[in-house]
């Protein structure tokens, strides 16, 4: 079954978002990817992305703030490489056999018997925690959100790729993104909050990767790479999907990135969740108001996106790719994540906050109460989403 293809209407009959089928995406045609190859994404505005830049005083934007954002990508670009084709370093497919003996001093075929995959399964969680995940579900692999082809941007290494059909789950989890950094979106210390995220992605998966095959079994770590994380986390049960094209999660809102490890260990997948993401944002469209790119939609859902970088097919709000990989070029190469800052669903932990989340997932019956048009009104009139100056997040004021 295809992503919430069981939830493909509701009681009123009304189409759910999610729902639908979706032939494989192909890597290549990714934005990144195709800002390096596509000829329509190699004019002068784009080629600024991936170019030098002169560094000024602008606040958010200096040689200082760049060098933090550079500082955290670093164990991603030197040792993952999970936002390129993957199967590189931490995150390779297979290590060679006497390595992975070197180090589990198993005899060949041994293996850890798994009597209780449920067990297992929460033993796994609890490892990847441990390793600094926020979130963690088990998904049942599904062949459809797995690339077509790999496509690696800095070497233009295109092949074909497929995930074994004994790697019968997949482990997906969620790494937090600093609340404080997000806020001064779209500056370079915004850009430092998704790029630790995707260095500690890194680490996880590869950890978590080592942890398997020393028990015996077979793992692939992935980043961004192999196949697509948004709907593997919601089949996984870590959230839904919002207009911005983002998972929600309950916990974190969009304010999280996520990773998977495909496995041949035996697991118990989770189910997916449901806690009133899409009636919100069917009429919240703050994302939409405050994208800098007017990147995302103020209409209806609809199954067929406007570029050759969206995978068509679900039933869901769609963005503009292309207008939100321009904004980020006349960003001076920064990212943005406006989308994240202002969606009502991230906020930090507090006693008011985390109350409502506890309300959200053991109160459903509340959500009309909690996620109300009342709610956004005073979510805007308490400053939530509000930018914050770049000195304020470096104590400078």
């Avoid at 934005?31 to 602008?58: C, L």
């Avoid at 697991?267 to 994302?287: H, M, N, Y």
């Amino acid at each position: 079954m295809g992503l919430l293809s069981s939830l493909a209407s509701g009681a009123n009959g009304k189409r759910k978002i999610g729902a639908g089928d979706a032939p494989r995406f192909d890597q290549r045609y990714t934005i990144y990817n195709r800002a390096t190859w596509d000829p329509s994404m190699q004019e002068d505005r784009h080629k600024s992305y991936y170019g030098n830049h002169v560094f000024g005083d602008r606040s958010g934007y200096t040689l200082e703030d760049w060098a933090f954002a550079m500082a955290c990508w670093n164990l991603e670009r030197r040792f993952g490489h999970g936002s390129l084709a993957g199967n590189e370093d931490l995150t390779r497919w297979e290590l060679p056999e006497d390595e992975v003996r070197k180090v589990s001093r198993l005899v060949p075929g041994e293996k850890w018997v798994v009597s209780d995959p449920a067990q297992m399964s929460k033993d796994v969680k609890r490892v990847t925690r441990f390793l600094g995940a926020c979130l963690v579900g088990i998904c049942r692999t599904d062949q459809r959100w797995v690339y077509s082809h790999r496509f690696h941007r800095i070497t233009s290494q295109y092949e074909s790729i497929e995930v074994p059909r004994d790697y019968q789950h997949a482990i997906v989890y969620a790494v937090e993104m600093d609340d404080k950094a997000i806020r001064t979106s779209p500056t370079y210390p915004a850009m430092a909050a998704a790029a630790k995220c995707y260095s500690d992605m890194v680490y996880v998966s590869g950890m978590l990767a080592h942890f398997i095959r020393t028990l015996g079994y077979r793992a692939i770590p992935c980043g961004n790479d192999t196949a697509l994380s948004i709907p593997m986390a919601i089949e996984a049960g870590l959230g839904e999907l919002g207009r911005h094209g983002q998972l929600i999660t309950q916990e974190f809102g969009p304010r999280i990135r996520l990773a998977k490890v495909f496995t041949d260990l035996p697991l118990v997948p989770d189910k997916p969740i449901e806690f009133g993401v899409a009636e919100f944002c069917s009429t919240c469209r703050r994302c939409a108001e405050n994208c800098p790119g007017q990147a995302i939609s103020f209409g209806e859902p609809t199954t067929e996106g406007p570029s050759v970088s969206n995978n068509n097919g679900i039933y869901k709000w769609y963005i503009n790719p292309e207008r939100c990989f321009e904004f980020w070029c006349r960003n001076e190469g920064g990212v943005c994540g406006n989308c994240v800052r202002v969606c009502p669903f991230n906020k930090p932990s507090g006693w008011l906050h985390d109350g409502a989340r506890f309300l959200a997932r053991n109160a459903p019956w509340l959500d009309p109460l909690l996620l109300s048009p009342l709610l956004l009104r005073l979510d805007k009139l308490f400053g939530y989403g509000k930018r914050m100056s770049v000195e304020q997040f470096w104590g400078r004021a």
